[in-house]
């Protein structure tokens, strides 16, 4: 392959790079990226098979040298907002790097405008050269290659194409009632027949059981979830990763928590529906998941078998919903409450007992008192035994009592250098 040669060519920078040959005028960033699963499965390439693609063909040409690596793993290619991508830009813009190399076209990018303007415009104006190996097009080549921009197009329309075939062969799947989401609800596992039927886990179904007739009988979720953990019953996370043999995610998983509680009494999984299209992502546009309008659900009802009667599971809703609405009525802004104060000791003080970090709370609602509180123990009993709060205005008493102790202290001592100070100056005078 011809090479074109520049002239000013910056010094070859030798800091962490990968492979450093001063004669070499191109300091090169070999970028790969890889997108979800689906598309993973689909290229049947990988992110380690990209750079040795790359490290190969910079080991066959004599006028480029290997500066850095870049990896976004699991990034769509229509969106450029990508921590490997922007940390290359960076560091083009800092001279660590001039030429760029992937391994086609569709790496860099698949929206065709923000990709052609890279290489038609940014690229060729900070001086980079640009190189796609597989699609055979090096910009220090003379000529323009006029197939780029069609080939840009072709990536962004694979990639409307690829999310429509996805949504289609979900909705596929949920008409036969099988479960395409990605992980099974508490008390359920996916049948492997390839009908992806939810199937009654046996093992946790009690569970599920008994926290909706807990909650009827006017525990709470926090109280459910502390009864939960000094049981010793796996939470929802733990279990799911040790039935998975994942050991090491298991003993990191979250414990109980009020959250996990109320995730399961507002499941209808639980009674036999399964609700699709809750959050939504598009995989041609690479946006997150954004919840959608209840309008826009689409309801399986009967799609396997019920762990909970419908009598018990809506008369769990009626009380969930009459918990919110007193949530919202108490917690409705009052410009006569006092605001409550900034912490200006946090990161300064932790809990005594588990020494995690200590929050200021309100006493009770529109009360002037405030009081500080384990941040643990807010959030789980569990998670900290420290059942005590302490007064705010006699915590900062405390503090400034300190402060001012410790300001006197310095202040006779200041004055005791300087009385000595003097004494020695009327001595030397003598």
């Not at 030798?14 to 598309?39: C, H, N």
């Amino acid at each position: 392959m011809a090479r074109k040669s520049r002239k000013n060519i910056p010094e070859v920078v030798s800091s962490a790079t990968v492979q450093t040959e001063v004669s070499r005028p191109f300091r090169a960033g070999l970028y790969a990226r890889i997108s979800m699963e689906t598309e993973e499965t689909l290229e049947r390439g990988t992110i380690e098979t990209q750079v040795e693609l790359m490290k190969n063909f910079v080991a066959d040409t004599e006028d480029i040298a290997v500066a850095e690596i870049y990896k976004d793993s699991d990034y769509s290619g229509t969106n450029f907002d990508r921590p490997g991508f922007t940390q290359m830009m960076e560091d083009i813009k800092h001279g660590k790097i001039n030429c760029v190399i992937v391994k086609d076209l569709s790496r860099l990018g698949r929206n065709y405008v923000e990709a052609g303007n890279y290489i038609e415009r940014v690229f060729p104006f900070l001086d980079v050269r640009y190189i796609a190996i597989t699609d055979d097009f090096d910009t220090a080549r003379p000529g323009t290659d006029l197939s780029v921009p069609f080939k840009n197009i072709v990536n962004e329309y694979y990639s409307k194409d690829l999310s429509k075939k996805v949504e289609t062969g979900k909705h596929s799947i949920w008409a036969q009632g099988g479960f395409s989401e990605g992980t099974p609800p508490y008390g359920y596992y996916r049948a492997t027949d390839g009908s992806r039927k939810l199937l009654i886990d046996e093992e946790v179904s009690d569970n599920v059981v008994r926290i909706f007739n807990m909650f009827l009988d006017g525990e709470g979720y926090g109280s459910i979830a502390k009864t939960m953990q000094s049981e010793g019953i796996l939470s929802p996370p733990k279990y799911r990763f040790y039935k998975a043999g994942k050991t090491e995610f298991a003993e990191k998983a979250r414990e109980w928590h009020y959250s996990h509680v109320k995730e399961i009494l507002q499941g209808e999984y639980y009674i036999g529906n399964i609700v699709h299209g809750k959050q939504r992502k598009a995989l041609d546009t690479g946006r997150k998941n954004k919840k959608t309008d209840k309008s826009k659900w689409q309801r399986v009802e009967n799609a396997h078998e019920p762990i909970i009667d419908k009598d018990t599971f809506y008369r769990v809703q009626e009380r969930i919903e009459l918990i919110r609405s007193k949530h919202l009525e108490g917690s409705k802004p009052n410009p006569e409450a006092p605001k409550k104060p900034d912490n200006i000791l946090v990161y300064k003080t932790k809990c005594a007992c588990c020494g995690g970090s200590v929050l200021i709370i309100r006493h009770h609602t529109y009360s002037d008192r405030f009081m500080y509180k384990c941040s643990k123990r807010r959030k789980l009993t569990a998670l900290c035994e420290n059942k005590s709060s302490y007064e705010y205005n006699e915590v900062m008493d405390s503090v400034f009592s300190v402060i001012r102790q410790h300001m006197k202290l310095c202040i006779e001592k200041t004055k005791f250098v300087q009385k000595m100070n003097n004494r020695k100056e009327n001595i030397l005078q003598y």
